[in-house]
């Protein structure tokens, strides 16, 4: 296996990994936590696809810019840039009280069914992701 495949499947399998994390966090009522682990799943999948393809380094953390690069590999991806601009609304404010206005806490203003649709969205892009590089070569 090349080694930028084996660095795409280690991000796919942390990736896989934050999914697992997120679901913990709902089931304990950490909407904002969830909801930014969200992102970082499907960020994190997302730069797998491009170090699938050869990139040395993926700098950025917009799902919506990611699943945009990964469109120029597969179509299927650019379907995935609304889902990356709901993600990369919880990048920051789901962490910091001054990403929301005051006196707004994030760990008390995000919600289950916020935290749900923002799991619904990572696990797509994450399933995206691994149904490319399964396709695209050996499995991991």
Aim: glycine share 4%; proline share 5%; hydrophobic share 40%.
């Amino acid at each position: 296996m090349k080694p930028s495949e084996t660095e795409a499947w280690r991000w796919l399998r942390q990736a896989e990994a934050d999914l697992e994390v997120v679901r913990t966090l709902r089931a304990a009522g950490h909407y904002a936590a969830a909801c930014f682990h969200s992102q970082q799943a499907a960020e994190k999948a997302l730069k797998a696809v491009l170090y699938f393809k050869g990139s040395r380094v993926v700098l950025g953390h917009s799902v919506r810019e990611l699943a945009r690069q990964c469109a120029a590999y597969d179509p299927a991806f650019a379907t995935l840039q609304s889902d990356g601009a709901l993600l990369d609304q919880f990048y920051i404010p789901t962490r910091y009280p001054n990403g929301l206005p005051s006196p707004s806490v994030p760990s008390e203003v995000y919600t289950d069914v916020q935290a749900d649709i923002a799991f619904q969205a990572a696990e797509r892009v994450v399933r995206a992701s691994r149904r490319f590089l399964e396709s695209s070569g050996r499995i991991t």
